[in-house]
Structure formats: C-alpha cells, structure tokens
C-alpha cells in the first residue's frame, strides 16, 4: 500500500465536508497518511486526531517514503484504464507534493495530534469523536479480485467488516468513507457496501452519496456516510 496522501482542500470535497459545520466538534482522520487534511482541519476550529500505522516511523523516513511513493503511484496512473485520457496529472501530482510539506510541518508543530494505530483495533475510547473519516483505505484496498487494489486478501469482507465496526465504535454521530466504489472500468459501488450496510448495528443508517471529487475515473464515485439516529 503507497503512502500517498491527498491535500485538506481535496478530502473536503471527497468526503462532502463542510468544515464551518463541524467547528469544536471532535474529529478522527483513520487512515491519515501523509495528507494535510487534519492540518486543515485544526486551523478551522476542528480538535483533530490523525491514525496511521506509518506514524511509528521518523520523519525523514516518512518524507523518504512518501516522495518514492507519489512517484511510483503517478508512473501508475499515467499507464492506469482506470483514469480518463483528459486528466490532467500535473496539478494532482502537485497536491500530493504540497500536501507532503503541510503534513511534514504540522506533525513537527502537533506531534500528539498523530498517533500510530492501525484498523482494525484502534486504541481509543468508544463514542469519543464527533465525525469520523476514513480516506483511500476502504475498498480501495480490498483484493483485486473484489475490485480493490491490493494483490492479497488481507482487506477482505471480514477485515471490512472489522475496520467498520471499529470506526462506528468510536464514533458517536457520523462515519464517512471514500472511496465507496470499485476501482475497475467503469467504477461502481464497491461489492462490499451492500452486505457492510445489511450488517449495520441498530441507530445507524447509511447512504451513499455522489461528490465533486475528481481523480479521474469514470463511472460511479459515491462516498459512504453512516449517520447515528439514535443516542449511543
Ligand atoms: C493511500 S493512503 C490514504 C491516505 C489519506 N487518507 C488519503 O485519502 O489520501 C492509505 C494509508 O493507509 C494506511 N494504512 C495501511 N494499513 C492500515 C490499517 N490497517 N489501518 C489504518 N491505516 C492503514 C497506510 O499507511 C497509508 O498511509
């Protein structure tokens, strides 16, 4: 798996998200990655807790790792089916490089704010945060054979329906989840979602949405919002 990681201004969009709505409210970034979303997130009023199990690592490896790795994704993409001929690869590249330096500075200014955890058992206490995102971990990941990216089934159904079950834990009022698709020509809602949404606990309730996202694919590109609708 790449340690890649989008900028605050494009999770917003991917995930639908207003910050001004959120102001005060407790929020978990799982995975974080090297992304300056929780930077963002924090300079508009939102107490951020960042996961990723790469955060054991020091900096200058961090830094090392995520350069080789938007590397090696963007010669990916530019052989990818998956991403349009019309998209434009530069100014994504560009986002990946900003959000690097957002990320390196933030953590050195809060390091507390980043902790290494991995789903799906995060050390954290149940219904402690108000808003819960998940970014590029979910479905992405799942096997290639389910329509996610990875080669082995280490992300399979079960471990779905584990890391789930650990992010609506620790969440007392909203989950969202990008991506919620196949990464496949034409993209469509990821074969998990349905038995991931059959399966919910009693006060949850899941829609999918469409977003103004865009990294290119073409096809169906919903995120997943799980909102309570009952007290914890
Ligand atoms: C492609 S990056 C996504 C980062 C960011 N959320 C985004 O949307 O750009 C995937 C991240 O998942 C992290 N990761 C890998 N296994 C994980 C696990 N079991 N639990 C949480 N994060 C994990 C990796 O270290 C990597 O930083």
Redesign the pocket.
Same mark, same amino acid.
């Given at each position: 798996?790449? *340690? *890649?990681?989008?900028s605050g201004a494009e999770?917003c969009r991917f995930f639908n998200l207003n910050l001004v709505d959120w102001q005060g409210a407790r929020l978990l970034?799982? /995975?974080?990655? !090297?992304?300056s *979303?929780a930077a963002l997130a924090r300079r508009a009023g939102l107490d951020v807790l960042a996961?990723? !199990?790469?955060y054991e690592l020091p900096p200058e490896e961090l830094e090392r790792r995520c350069r080789e790795d938007i590397h090696f994704t963007m010669e990916r993409l530019r052989q990818s089916p998956t991403v349009r001929a019309d998209f434009e690869l530069g100014p994504y590249q560009q986002a990946k490089l900003d959000a690097l330096e957002l990320f390196l500075s933030d953590r050195q200014a809060h390091p507390e704010t980043y902790q290494a955890? &991995?789903? /799906?058992e995060l050390a954290l206490e149940d219904n402690s945060f108000d808003l819960v995102l998940?970014?590029?971990?979910l479905f992405?990941?799942a096997p290639l054979a389910d329509g996610g990216l990875h080669e082995f089934d280490c992300f399979d159904l079960a471990w779905h329906r584990r &890391?789930l079950a650990e992010l609506l834990r620790v969440c007392r009022r909203e989950v969202r989840i990008?991506p919620a698709h196949s990464i496949t020509v034409p993209a469509r809602v990821h074969p998990y979602v349905d038995p991931l949404i059959a399966a919910l606990p009693p006060g949850w309730e899941a829609s999918l949405e469409s977003t103004t996202y865009d990294q290119g694919a073409v096809g169906e590109t919903p995120m997943l919002r799980l909102c309570r609708v009952a007290e914890p």
């Open positions: 798996m790449v *340690f *890649f990681g989008r999770a970034d799982c /995975p974080g990655g !090297p992304g *979303f996961i990723d !199990p790469l955890g &991995a789903l /799906p998940s970014g590029h971990l992405a990941y &890391a990008y």
